[in-house]
Structures are given as C-alpha cells and as structure tokens.
C-alpha cells in the first residue's frame, strides 16, 4: 500500500503488534509525568521563584529545547549507527535522573531558579538524543503501510496524556504542592525502560546501519536535495518556533488575565489536549497525505490563535484552545508521517533529528521573544504574534507551491529523486 492509497487502514491497526503496542503503553504512562512536569515547573519558575517573570519562564522552556537544535546533527547520526532500542534505554534513564533531581530539590525546600535552569538544559541534552531514535523507531515496529497509522496512535498517547496529566497536576499542586507533580515525572520514565526491556528484538525490522564517517554531512547533503522536505520543515520551524508557546501563553494568561489557580491554569492545557487527541485518532486512519491538508490546517491554527488573543474571557478562551489543538496537531503528525515515509530507510534518524531540531530548536528563538513581548505589550500579544506568523508561513508557501509547479506537487510519494543515490550521501567527501 502506498502512502497515497485512499483506502483508510482501521484506526487502532498497529496495536495488533506486540512491541508497538508495548512502546505505546510504555510512552503513555511517561507522557502523563510529562505534562504533569510542565505544568509543575511552569508554576514553580513564575509563582514560587519569581513574581510572575514571563521572561524566566521564557528563557527555562529555550534552555529545555536549546540543546534539541544544537545536537540534532549528532543525535540523528547516533540513531542511524546504533540500535534505537539501546539509545532510548539510555536517555530515557537519564531523563529519569534529572526529574527525580529536581523533585528532591523542590521537595527538600532548596530549589532556586539556577537549579531549573540546569536541569531543564540536562533535561534536553537527553531529549535530543532520544527523540530521533523515538521517532524512527515506528518504522522499525510496524510494516510501510501503517507508518501513518503508528505516528498518529503516536500522537494520541502524547495528547490523551495531556489531558489527564495538566488537569492532575493542577490539582496536586493545589492541594500538595509542586514536589509529588514533579516526583511523579521522575518515576513515570521507568514504564518506558520496562516497555522497552519487554520487547522481542526478533520481531523489529532494524534499518540499515549508517556508516560513521561522513554520516552527518551525508545526513545535511541529502535534506538540501529534498526541496520537498525542506517545505515541510519550514512550516513546522514557523509552527513551533511562533505558534506553539502555550506552555508560557497558557502560563501567562491564565495568572495575568483571568487571574485563575493552579487547577484552572492545568485544565487549559487538558481542553486544548481534546481538540489534539481528536486530530490524532484521525491522524491515525488518514494514509492520504497531501501538502493542502498541511497548508489548510496551519491556517486555521493561525486563525485560531488570532481569536484566542481577542477572547473576552477564561470560558471563550478555554473553548477555542480545542480548534487550536486540533488544527496544530493536524499538521504536525501529517508533517512528521510524510517526511518518514519519503526518506529512505538508513537515512531516517539523521532526517528525523533534523526535523525534530527544527520543529523544536525553533523554541530557544521564539520562547525568549514570546516571554519578551508578554512583559511589554501584555499577555495577549503572545498569542496573537504565533497566528501572525503561522499566516505569513502558509502566504510565502502557497506562493513558493503555486511558482514551483501548482499544487500537484507532493502529494508524498515515497518520492526520491532519480539523481539522488543513497549511496553517494554515504560517501565521505
């Protein structure tokens, strides 16, 4: 089945495979403590260490995901040459370890704000080592044909967590503290290890192992002769560079707008987390994957964000954050599903971390900017600039489509250019 077939797969299809259905689970549970974590750190930066700084909130969330784009080129590389398997037991632990860190701190009344700013960069160092290996692992679990199907269920693991972990959060913070949130995050890492540990390598369908040398200019020089992909990541850069900040607009909202707590400020994040699982599960049976769909979806989350910034109240806000949700999750798990179908096999993890360096390493540019612009025009603003910049992206796109050959282009094939042999990117030059 090819990529583009209009046949529609059954939406839990790569459940029917033990180890995927191992690594979904596994990645459930930690997800919880994931967005249990942001929530609790979120609040201890601007409640507890500062008096409501949007720009130490800014600057903790770029510390997180700066070493995702400084790294990427060496973690992808690492992903290709290694089993992804061995790589995520590594990170995952390490994970593990600076969760607990900064759970004893805060539980043992000695956190200060240089101890975030440690551990959310330690925290990332692993991130950008694991999420490479994470994403081109699907491929490894599941046959060509459900790739799509296994990066959706994918993306509803993530975002069925958001909805139980914000709204758990708000509540433990509210009635314990920050400390057990936090705790719980640290924890959450050992279903992974334990998913992991109980899978049979007999039944992965490992990728071709990459050569070292030259691997990571071999990794750049085959990106640059995808103009196709280099599409996408341009519109995933805008999407999470300017658009994706709700950890600090939601933050900023919620205690300098509507003036709410901790249990109504994690809600935010479980609502918009309805409108994410509902484009995920839909994700999950889509095999057709056409550029419009990207295009029109990243427009409608740039409306949505121009209506969140005008919302008169916490109710109007809090029901618009689910189009959001919707409309965002849309274009990222079509955006992630196409670049994976359409690289070639033992090239997946260094094109998986460069887009996972671009899509996240476009957080250390934006959130500092977006922590700015909420200190000196005001929280609303944080909003509205992601809508502005999402609408220009899908303008200079569809002008760039329309110029190049219309909108025939893409419609992702598992296209390679004729011209292009794997074997030459593998060539030390």
Request: glycine share 10%; hydrophobic share 55%; aromatic share 10%.
């Amino acid at each position: 089945m090819s990529a583009t077939t209009a046949e529609r797969v059954p939406m839990f299809s790569s459940f029917g495979i033990r180890n995927y259905r191992l690594f979904w689970t596994g990645g459930f549970i930690s997800n919880i403590g994931t967005w249990m974590a942001r929530i609790a750190q979120d609040w201890l930066v601007l409640t507890v260490l500062t008096a409501n700084s949007a720009v130490a909130l800014g600057l903790t969330t770029a510390l997180q995901f700066l070493p995702v784009a400084v790294l990427a080129p060496y973690a992808g590389s690492l992903a290709d040459r290694f089993s992804k398997r061995k790589v995520l037991m590594v990170t995952q632990a390490a994970m593990a370890v600076t969760g607990l860190t900064l759970a004893g701190l805060v539980l043992g009344g000695v956190v200060q704000l240089w101890h975030v700013y440690l551990l959310a960069t330690l925290q990332g160092v692993a991130a950008a080592f694991d999420g490479p290996a994470r994403q081109a692992m699907a491929p490894e679990m599941v046959p060509e044909q459900l790739i799509p199907n296994a990066v959706g269920l994918n993306t509803t693991s993530f975002h069925a967590a958001r909805l139980v972990g914000p709204a758990v959060a708000g509540l433990s913070i509210a009635w314990w503290g920050v400390g057990p949130a936090l705790l719980f995050n640290g924890f959450s890492f050992i279903a992974v290890l334990v998913a992991l540990a109980m899978m049979n390598e007999a039944e992965l369908t490992p990728s071709p192992r990459a050569k070292a040398k030259g691997s990571i200019m071999a990794g750049l020089r085959y990106v640059k002769s995808r103009p196709d992909i280099m599409l996408l990541m341009f519109l995933v850069f805008m999407l999470g560079t300017f658009g994706l900040n709700f950890q600090i607009t939601n933050a900023l909202m919620a205690t300098s707008v509507f003036h709410v707590g901790a249990d109504s400020y994690g809600v935010l994040s479980s609502i918009m987390a309805c409108g994410s699982l509902a484009a995920g599960l839909i994700a999950a049976r889509r095999t057709e994957l056409r550029l419009r769909l990207i295009m029109a979806a990243l427009a409608a989350f740039a409306v949505s964000c121009l209506l969140l910034a005008v919302a008169p109240g916490y109710l109007w806000y809090a029901v618009l954050l689910v189009p959001a949700g919707f409309t965002s999750l849309t274009v990222m798990t079509a955006a992630n599903a196409s670049v994976q179908l359409s690289t070639t096999p033992v090239m997946r993890g260094r094109v998986m971390a460069l887009y996972q360096a671009i899509f996240l390493g476009g957080t250390p540019l934006g959130a500092p900017v977006i922590g700015w612009v909420g200190d000196v025009w005001g929280p609303r603003w944080t909003v509205a600039i992601g809508g502005i910049m999402c609408g220009l992206a899908v303008a200079v796109a569809v002008a760039y489509v329309v110029r190049q050959s219309g909108w025939d282009v893409m419609p992702w094939r598992n296209r390679r250019p004729d011209a292009v042999l794997v074997e030459d990117f593998e060539e030390a030059r």
